[in-house]
């Protein structure tokens, strides 16, 4: 499967912004869909994920009741939506795709797309 994540940007905190991942294949439902970030001079870390059925949804403690992650099988479409956006939420967002359930771990992670953007002003 092929990831192109779009939708970052500049927006100041306390803002919202939706990021979209759309995926090419037909396997596309049978992979539980995750978004990881990298902030400048860190470790890649875990945002959230969403199983391959959009029945079980888990995230970080950081983004925890701020972000939601759907998903749309018949659009081949998974969305990140970010809410009360802080600083420290500036990062490169990734998705990616696994049949993996270490749904933290990004070695776990086969398909990955590119990184979009998203930058919180203070």
């Known amino acids: 499967v092929q990831l192109q994540a779009f939708g970052g940007g500049l927006v100041q905190a306390g803002g919202s912004l939706r990021l979209s991942c759309a995926a090419s294949?037909?396997?596309?439902?049978?992979?539980?869909m995750a978004w990881f970030r990298q902030a400048p001079g860190k470790e890649r870390e875990f945002v959230g994920v969403?199983?391959?059925?959009?029945?079980?949804?888990y995230y970080a403690d950081s983004v925890e009741g701020r972000f939601t992650i759907s998903r749309d099988n018949t659009k081949n479409t998974v969305y990140l939506q970010m809410n009360s956006l802080k600083p420290e939420d500036t990062a490169v967002y990734y998705c990616?795709?696994?049949?993996?359930?270490?749904?933290?771990?990004?070695?776990?992670?086969?398909?990955w797309g590119q990184g979009t953007l998203v930058t919180v002003s203070s």
């Open positions: 294949g037909r396997a596309f439902t049978t992979y539980n």
């Open positions: 990616a795709a696994t049949a993996s359930r270490s749904y933290r771990t990004s070695g776990a992670y086969g398909y």
């Open positions: 969403i199983t391959w059925s959009g029945g079980r949804l």
